[in-house]
């Protein structure tokens, strides 16, 4: 009987290990960040739902958590602009006081051979992936809470040599590096900063367009023979954005289940 008490109080103490905490996710509305959403909510934070585009899907996410007995408030930004970021913290800071934890999710990813990307491929790619990441950086510079966390989204394809994704990967790489020196600019803060790199991972953004047989073999480069979903990352997201986790910054950290 002891051990059945002591195991629903451990466990509550982990769901409940962000309690207090705000937390910004960008690109939240639908598939790895509004997994994250639901995640991080469950583990007792506030969430701020970002979205660029499709009110109804991050409307969607916020209900959701709410339903769950969580807190969660919908901001649209396109983190690409430097102005939408700025009012995306002043508008939370507004509502909730503080930003403790912020997530960098949103990204897009544009895949043709090198010698057929266009200007504007390249331009848009950059602009959400590098732009989008730098922008929240500096507002965070000054913004985010003392010892607080930021968590950005690489790519575990920065670890292979993929055709077509030559843009892609050049951009999550500059985020990586982003990651690495903004953790010293801000680690005096108590401010810790680290990337992600999913691999391959069950979304509606990564199934369209794929034929199954690219799917499957995608799936099969895991050491678990499936694709990753998005609570796989969510998991990781949770512990990072805890205090259990403040002495790792600096790092990028695969969740790809052995993909790379």
Do not use: C
């Amino acid at each position: 009987m002891h051990l059945v008490v002591d195991h629903v109080v451990k466990l509550k103490t982990t769901i409940s290990k962000l309690t207090g905490k705000v937390i910004i996710v960008t690109g939240a509305s639908k598939g790895i960040g509004a997994g994250v959403a639901k995640r991080l909510a469950e583990a007792g934070a506030t969430v701020v739902v970002n979205f660029a585009h499709g009110a109804g899907d991050a409307d969607k996410t916020v209900a959701e958590i709410q339903a769950a007995g969580g807190t969660a408030l919908a901001v649209q930004a396109d983190v690409s602009k430097s102005a939408d970021v700025t009012q995306l913290f002043d508008q939370t800071i507004a509502e909730f006081g503080r930003v403790d934890v912020l997530v960098n999710n949103a990204g897009i990813m544009i895949t043709k051979p090198i010698k057929d990307t266009t200007d504007e491929d390249f331009e848009r790619q950059f602009g959400i992936n590098v732009r989008g990441t730098f922008n929240t950086l500096r507002e965070a510079a000054t913004k985010l809470s003392d010892n607080g966390t930021i968590i950005n989204f690489s790519s575990s394809v920065n670890r292979v040599m993929q055709p077509t994704y030559g843009t892609y990967v050049a951009s999550k790489s500059a985020v990586e590096q982003l990651t690495r020196v903004f953790a010293k600019e801000v680690g005096a803060r108590g401010i810790n900063v680290n990337s992600i790199s999913p691999g391959p991972t069950n979304t509606e953004l990564f199934i369209k367009g794929k034929p199954q047989e690219v799917i499957e073999r995608l799936a099969a480069q895991s050491a678990f023979n499936r694709l990753g979903e998005p609570d796989d990352i969510a998991k990781v997201i949770v512990f990072l954005a805890s205090d259990d986790a403040k002495w790792i910054s600096a790092q990028n950290i695969g969740i790809n289940g052995g993909f790379a």
